[in-house]
């Protein structure tokens, strides 16, 4: 049971367009999103999140939507650079969970073209 | 440095065997945890630990078993391996006072033959 589905396992983007990422959750006491990057051969880092309590959060050229009615969350990179290519999962953390119990999806690579 | 240290990075074992991998921090975090990522299902949570006397299972922790021998330091064994658990194996860390967001190791690829 995939509580966290992100259906797209791949998306290929031109160079300084917008990228745009997709995630889905079912389970409604998720409160809490983030998403990590992942290069091949290093850990998932971290890359922005948000709080069920907003909408949108920015962090430069990333911005993360939540849309609670719909659980859905979206990524996106504006404009998308080949340095971005990677792999993105969302993960999400429900309300009175311990922190670091990361429920995640099941990534999605990205490939920007130059 | 990397903050979180895994060893080995690479390494195939025999069906049966045991296998013991390595993990240590130097964030300082109280909170470590080990994931492995198989393709098509993301990281999924094998065990985690709040401080050095706390062990807690995750969503997938049978045919594991882990040891916390310091605050720095956080093992996962597999004691008699088996194919499925061919997989990358991340550590992780997380401090509540940093933030929330957890932190991982580059992994250790596993490949049980």
């Known amino acids: 049971d995939q509580q966290v589905k992100q259906n797209s396992p791949s998306l290929s983007v031109q160079e300084g367009r917008i990228s745009i990422l997709n995630c889905d959750y079912t389970?409604?006491?998720?409160?809490?999103f983030l998403w990590y990057k992942k290069y091949p051969a290093e850990g998932p880092t971290f890359l922005i999140s948000?709080?069920?309590?907003?909408d949108k959060n920015e962090d430069g050229r990333f911005t993360v939507f939540l849309n609670k009615s719909a659980k859905h969350l979206s990524l996106h990179i504006v404009p998308s650079q080949p340095g971005d290519s990677a792999v993105y999962f969302c993960a999400a953390i429900g309300r009175g969970t311990s922190y670091g119990k990361l429920t995640f999806g099941q990534g999605t690579i990205l490939t920007v073209h130059p | 440095d990397a903050d979180v240290t895994q060893t080995p990075r690479n390494r195939i074992t025999k069906t049966g065997k045991r296998i013991m991998l390595e993990c240590s921090q130097t964030?300082?975090?109280?909170?470590m945890y080990w994931y492995r990522q198989d393709p098509g299902l993301g990281l999924r949570l094998i065990y985690y630990?709040?401080?050095?006397?706390?062990?807690n299972k995750g969503e997938i922790s049978d045919g594991y078993s882990v040891s916390r021998q310091a605050q720095a330091k956080f093992s996962l064994s597999l004691e008699s391996a088996i194919p499925n658990q061919t997989a990358l194996y991340f550590c992780?860390?997380?401090?509540?006072?940093?933030?929330?967001?957890?932190?991982f190791g580059e992994g250790s690829w596993l490949t049980v033959v």
């Open positions: 992780a860390t997380s401090d509540p006072g940093t933030g929330n967001t957890i932190y």
């Open positions: 948000i709080s069920s309590i907003k």
């Open positions: 389970n409604s006491m998720f409160d809490y």
């Open positions: 964030k300082g975090h109280d909170r």
């Open positions: 630990s709040f401080d050095v006397k706390d062990i």
